[in-house]
């Protein structure tokens, strides 16, 4: 048996597009090769992405990218690998069913005000889509689920990545996932704190409901919310396009 076994894990960046996800994905990947762990990275946002080639933005295919981003997760972490997926992953049910199949399951939700990724929009899509030029935007018209058992939740309106990171490395150690002596190498050499993380000062904990029908986001206020998306997008207007993961 491989030696590894047992010790792989998928550590699952959820968030709305320009949460942070892709930023935390590289930082935490890096940090765990430099510390001697495999590990790697796939993201949902990857420009010629072999993952979510062909899919487009209903939910049965956001859903479809998220079931192939779990089956490849499981198979690494049966090897040993530190798997970072970045996925927009905006449907709940299909997370936890990732969650259920691969079990060693880090959900980390990234998480920040809709006015801090619109004035972010590092690709101009809130924008298209406030006005109307681009459907299917999760948080705009398209649902984001946040989730409900997250074990960490990163607001990246008010944590820097790196304090962010910190508060995760803590979390898999408290989950046993990453031993001490790998905290102290993937922190620069701290120590981890015993009894579990304490909750940062900063980071309110995680609104999502228990339960319920899909949450819809609402757009910041003072944009005019966008219409319901017709079926087949009207003309002029463009479905949000590689936003599948
Ligand atoms: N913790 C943070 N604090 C401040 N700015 C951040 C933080 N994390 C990310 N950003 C900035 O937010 C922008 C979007 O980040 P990033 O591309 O990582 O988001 P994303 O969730 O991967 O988005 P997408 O779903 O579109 O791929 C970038 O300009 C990045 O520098
Ligand atoms: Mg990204």
Redesign the pocket.
Known sequence: MDQQHGTGFVIW?T????????????QLSKRFVAAGRPAEVM???APNELFTRGLGVTKEDRDTAVRRFGTISRMLVRHGAVVVV?S?SPFREARDAVRREVRRFVEVF?D?PMDTLIA?D??G?YRRALAHELTNVAGIDDPYEPPVHAELV?R??Q???DA?LGRLFQKLVDMKYVTPAEFALLTGGLRPRKGGAKPPKTVPPPKAKAAGPVKVVAPAKAAKPAKKPAAAPAKGKQAAK??R?
């Open positions: 960046l968030g709305m597009a320009g949460a942070g996800k892709s930023t935390l994905a590289h993201d949902g946002d970045a927009l990234v920040a972010r590092t690709e899509m990163v990246t309106d944590e820097k990545p962010a590689g936003r993961g």
